[in-house]
């Protein structure tokens, strides 16, 4: 276990700030403290990611809390000589933020400004994710050994049910209803299945989930596994998330060394073990039963449901798919039990979420807020507000997302919520845009994506995709047809209707959005004069009319 002194330098390292150079930084730390004869008081702790992004290294020192951006090996002797030895913040390099502190229920009030701890994100820059033992210390494992001890399956999911935790994926499924459906399967074996795909542009908190807390993630599947009745669980990563992988692998022979992953876990007559399946990268394969067929060898295309994965998933057996950020509150669920979660957040969307802010904002990175807050909240609250001009609009969810105007500023983003004003909540991604961004070349951005990651296995979505990003061309171009947002908005309802899987369906999101809230703006790229010029036998095989 890694030493703990009266002080801890914490040095984020994620897949980000090891390419500014996080382990040389680390290195050098240790050495200026050594050579200042400061060992006995003070320690360098490797950890996850501390919350801010684009700011080059970021350290933290517990317990104060303050942080510092852009460390470089040039700034260390004189960043050790003014804060450990002069005793004071060394002002060149802190950052206005903290890191958050510890949840504490009697301050605990989702709507003030400034959040009270996190339950997620709890370990995440603080403790070394390496080291199992500092995992333990924080009541790691505990949950596991609570119910493989004192609780039934059955009684696990009704915690679950109660709780009212809702899938972090994007769809937001009741998570113990859906433990529910593979429990009551009769058929042998079952699979937990984490998807850790997460192929959404802009979104990567489930990446930081991982390299921050992996035991975190494992004793989720654990639980879930002892819930329905399996014995084996597999993560399907993205390959490259290579820090992830590199740290769910230590974390799970680790735990196998110990007996808290494998035979007999805690002296019951409880197996499971998991294994890692790394992904090529297909964006559909986010979508379950596209992972299902990667993981099983096939091309990432999605299956007819039904069946659901519950009944018939992984090699046709019962299989319960869930995403990191979902497997990552249930130890606290357990431990805390479900009156305590449901204590933040709403009534309908209990909890906490993990998002990942971008774009024009003073304050881009990573935070857990509770379910409910405003959009104004996180952007001025959290993101330091925008970074130049004004707000325009913000994609909620990634490319897939539904786009929001400053009309919806104040809408508390949950799913009732949003539900109740057409939207969908989505994967965890909020993209700040000011108003130098063109709402048209934004949209083409977006298609272009989903050209490209179209599976091409039905005709609606192959064709339909490059039909729309053809038409946002035009657009761009202002040279487009005096009908183009309505044949736009006519392509993208039928998307939703017919597309065989979600990639398809959410392509309505973005684009019914944005011709909703910025209409005006699209419309200026349409030329009235402009009309379907007939298309010729030798160009479609047939004589027909485009409308």
């Given at each position: 276990m890694s030493k703990r002194s009266i002080a801890q330098i914490l040095v984020g390292i994620d897949g980000n700030t090891v390419l500014s150079g996080a382990r040389n930084i680390k290195t050098k730390?240790?050495?200026?403290?050594?050579?200042?004869?400061?060992?006995?008081?003070?320690?360098?702790?490797?950890?996850?990611?501390?919350?801010?992004?684009?700011?080059?290294?970021?350290?933290g020192i517990y317990p104060t809390g303050e942080m510092y951006g852009n460390v470089t090996e040039k700034d260390i002797a004189e960043f050790i000589q003014e804060r450990f030895i002069k005793g004071r913040p060394y002002k060149k390099l802190l950052l206005e933020e903290k890191i958050q502190p510890e949840i504490d229920l009697e301050v605990y009030d989702s709507r003030k400004t400034q959040y009270f701890g996190r339950i997620v994100l709890d370990n995440c820059g603080k403790i070394n994710p390496e080291d199992i033992e500092e995992y333990i210390g924080t009541g790691g494992y505990q949950a596991l050994g609570t119910i493989l001890k004192e609780?039934?399956?059955?009684?696990?999911?009704?915690?679950?049910?109660?709780?009212?935790?809702?899938?972090?994926?994007g769809a937001g499924f009741p998570t113990g209803l859906k433990w529910s459906f593979a429990a009551q399967e009769k058929e042998s074996p079952k699979y937990v299945i984490c998807n850790a795909d997460e192929g959404e542009p802009g979104t990567f908190k489930d990446r930081l989930i991982m390299e921050g807390d992996p035991h975190r993630v494992l004793e989720g599947m654990t639980i879930?596994?002892?819930?329905?009745?399996?014995?084996?669980?597999?993560?399907?990563?993205?390959?490259?998330?290579?820090?992830?992988?590199?740290?769910?692998?230590?974390?799970?022979?680790?735990?196998?060394?110990?007996?808290?992953?494998?035979?007999?876990?805690f002296g019951t007559n409880f197996d499971f073990e998991v294994k890692i399946k790394i992904g090529a990268g297909s964006y559909v394969c986010g979508e379950e039963t596209s992972l299902l067929n990667s993981m099983e060898g096939f091309r990432g295309e999605p299956r007819l449901k039904p069946p659901f994965p519950a009944k018939s998933g992984f090699l046709s057996k019962p299989t319960n798919v869930n995403n990191v950020e979902t497997l990552a509150n249930i130890a606290p669920i357990v431990l805390n039990g479900a009156e305590w979660f449901k204590r933040f957040g709403t009534v309908d969307s209990p909890g906490t979420k993990v998002y990942t802010i971008l774009g024009h904002v003073s304050r881009p990175g990573l935070i857990e807020v509770p379910m409910g807050i405003t959009l104004r909240e996180i952007i001025y609250d959290y993101a330091g507000g925008?970074?130049?001009?004004?707000?325009?609009?913000?994609?909620?969810?990634?490319?897939?997302?539904?786009?929001?105007?400053?009309?919806?500023?104040?809408?508390?983003?949950?799913?009732?919520?949003?539900?109740e004003v057409g939207h969908n909540l989505g994967s965890g991604a909020i993209l700040i845009m000011n108003n130098s961004v063109s709402v048209v070349d934004f949209l083409k951005c977006c298609m272009k994506f989903f050209v490209h990651e179209s599976c091409g296995r039905c005709s609606v979505c192959r064709i339909g995709t490059k039909q729309i990003y053809e038409s946002f061309n035009r657009l761009e171009?202002?040279?487009?047809?005096?009908?183009?947002?309505?044949n736009i908005k006519e392509l993208a309802e039928n998307l939703n209707l017919v597309s065989f899987c979600p990639l398809g369906q959410s392509i309505a999101s973005p684009v019914l959005s944005a011709i909703k809230y910025f209409k005006a703006e699209l419309s200026e790229g349409i030329n009235p004069n402009k009309i379907h010029e007939p298309v010729t036998r030798e160009e479609s095989g047939t004589v027909s009319s485009y409308s």
């Open positions: 730390l240790i050495t200026e403290i050594n050579k200042q004869g400061l060992s006995d008081q003070v320690s360098v702790i490797e950890t996850g990611s501390i919350g801010p992004i684009n700011k080059g290294v970021v350290i609780k039934t399956p059955e009684e696990v999911i009704q915690i679950m049910k109660n709780s009212g935790l809702r899938g972090r994926g879930c596994g002892y819930a329905i009745g399996a014995n084996t669980g597999y993560i399907y990563i993205r390959g490259e998330y290579q820090l992830s992988i590199q740290r769910l692998k230590k974390a799970i022979k680790d735990a196998e060394k110990i007996g808290l992953l494998g035979k007999n876990i925008i970074s130049s001009g004004e707000f325009k609009m913000a994609q909620i969810g990634g490319t897939a997302g539904d786009i929001l105007s400053a009309e919806l500023l104040d809408v508390p983003l949950d799913y009732k919520s949003l539900q171009k202002k040279e487009a047809y005096f009908d183009e947002l309505k």
